[in-house]
Structures are given as C-alpha cells and as structure tokens.
C-alpha cells in the first residue's frame, strides 16, 4: 500500500520533516517527506496496518509547535522505495505556507548554554528544531537554510553532522550553528567604533547597570535596553525615542525576579515559561523596585 499525504498550516519551521522521518522509521515504512511553498508533502509505502498506524499518530500527536490546517490524503501507486529519506524542498507553486514566530530557548539548549563543558557553552545563537530564530531570517519558502539570512554560515563539520543525524535534535535546523560557523557578537560605540572586549555580552550588562541606554542588535532589530530600577536611564531612553508616555515592556531572567514588581497566576507563568514568550500584562505589585517612568500611570507591566 502506498498512500500520499499533502499537509498544510504551520508545518514548517518546527522539526515537522524530522518528526515524519522517526515517525516512518518507528513504522517500517518506505518513502520520502519534502516541504513545499504550500505546506508538507508525504508519501508512504509498506503494510497497510502501518500506514494506518502512521497517520492515527501523525493527526494525534504531532509536534507541539505544528498547526495543521488540513490533510489531504490519497492512495497511489508503490515505486518500490528502498527506505525513507528527508527530499530536498519543492518551490514553484507559489507561497502559501505559514513559518511561525521565533521561538524562545527551549530547555535543552538553555543546559547547554550555561554547561561549561559544551561546545555552544553562552552562544548567544543556539537554537534546535524545538527553537530559535524562524520568521526574523527568512527570505522565501519552503523553509530551507538557502532561504534564509544564515546561508551566509555555512556549518562546520560538527553542526553539518548534527544536522544530517536523525538522533541528534538538530536534525535539519535550518538555523544550526555555533561559535565555529556562526554568528559572532561584538560591542561598539555610538558611533560603531568596535570596542575591544574579551566579553562583549558581560561588558554590555555591566554598561546597562551603569545607566547606560544600549542598542541591542536582535533577530528583528535593535533592542533599545536600559535598567528598569534606574529613573534617570528609563527617562534618557524615552527622551532619545521621543516617547514621552507609552508604557516600556520589560525582560526578567526567571519568574522569581518578576514576582519582586508583578502579580502573575499559574497560566501567566505557564505562558511565561512557554515556546513563544509573549509579551503579558501583569498587575503591578506595590511597592515595587521598577522606576516610574517604565509605565506611568498604569495598572500593569508589560
């Protein structure tokens, strides 16, 4: 039996063609898996109670991130495959895919960025299927590297066997890298002079401790950062931005910092800790250590 699946929604971008791959494998079943510029394309051979298996598991337990908006689902003729493999990406048919926002560090990348033994040990780019940059680096679909901002990384030979290895989490992450092959960071001035730093990322917190206002190059832009606990630095930030009342969003490194200035339930804290990392409005504790400029005038942080 041979069946071919078409699959569209949120698909791309979040380890789907990995998770088809093991999900075949685990199913002794034959055949192949691309992305398309409108979604996933599956095809499928082997034991008809298999590929029956195959598709129960695919449509109730996909990947955690993925959205299916539809399945299209046909039976044709076996070409007798041999195994199952990962086709290079099919274009031409017009973009209609949906790629997700970036998404936030999952767990597994967060140990091996504070693990002083791994190589990606503070890489502030470090990302796997389950994360990292996605929407900020695209150029086109099907979601391949070529289309995206980091073909200008090609990967060293440990992050190019991670990606071709079904077993390693970095299995077709298009945006695999490491300090080797990727991205590097560096502090300037106001004016873009470099300044010489053994620890650009530790020198620019300390900058911000000092009341310094500091433009962070992110994935999306630039991140215009100052101490929210510093009166002075949040007023000299609004007066550069001309921004003289709209409330200030904030950034915390763990819930327990946010429970010094806000009030969150069991939810917020789950959305807090989540994938995507949104952006809550949470009830002001009083008192509290935020300067008042951050949000005059308002009920809540952000």
């Known amino acids: 039996m041979c069946i071919r699946d078409r699959i569209k929604g949120v698909v791309q971008g979040i380890g789907f063609r990995p998770y088809i791959y093991l999900l075949a494998r685990k199913g002794d079943l034959r ?4 992305n398309t510029e409108k979604g996933v394309t599956i095809e499928v051979e082997g034991a008809e109670e298999n590929i029956d298996a195959f598709l129960s598991d695919l449509r109730s ?41 970036d998404l936030a560090i999952c ?21 796997c299927t389950q994360c990292g940059p996605r929407l900020t680096i695209i150029r086109n679909v099907p979601y391949d590297r070529k289309h995206t901002s980091m073909d200008a990384f090609p990967m060293c030979e440990l992050c190019e066997k991670e990606f071709h290895d079904p077993e390693s ?9 490491c300090p080797v092959c990727g ?17 650009p990322i530790a020198d620019a917190a300390g900058l911000i401790k000092q009341g310094v206002v500091l433009a962070i190059k ?49 939810e917020e804290a789950k959305l807090m800790q989540g994938a995507l990392h949104p952006i809550l409005l949470l009830k002001k504790r009083l ?9 005059p005038d308002q009920r809540c942080f952000g």
């Not at 055949?31 to 691309?34: K, S």
């Not at 989490?169 to 890298?177: D, E, G, I, L, S």
């Not at 630039?222 to 510093?230: P, R």
């Open 61 to 101: 337990n996909p990947p955690a991130l993925a959205r299916i908006s539809s399945f299209d689902v046909a039976t044709i003729p076996p070409i007798g495959e041999k195994g199952f493999i990962i086709r290079e990406s099919l274009g031409g048919e017009g973009p209609k895919v949906f790629i997700p926002p």
């Open 218 to 266: 992110g994935l999306g832009g630039f991140h215009l950062a100052a101490d929210a606990t510093q009166e002075e630095a949040v007023r000299t930030l609004r007066f550069r931005k001309a921004r003289e009342g709209k409330p200030l969003a904030m950034m915390s490194g763990s819930l327990e910092k946010i429970g010094l200035y806000a009030e969150f339930s069991d």
């Open 169 to 177: 989490r970095r299995f077709h992450a298009q945006p695999n890298a």
């Open 31 to 34: 055949g192949f898996v691309f």
């Open 107 to 127: 767990p597994e990348c967060m140990q091996e960025l504070l693990d002083p033994s791994d190589r990606r040990y503070r890489y502030p780019f470090i990302n």
């Open 287 to 295: 008192p509290n250590p935020i300067a008042p400029s951050v949000a």
């Open 183 to 199: 991205p590097n960071v560096w502090l300037a001035d106001s004016n873009g002079n470099t300044i010489q730093s053994k620890d």
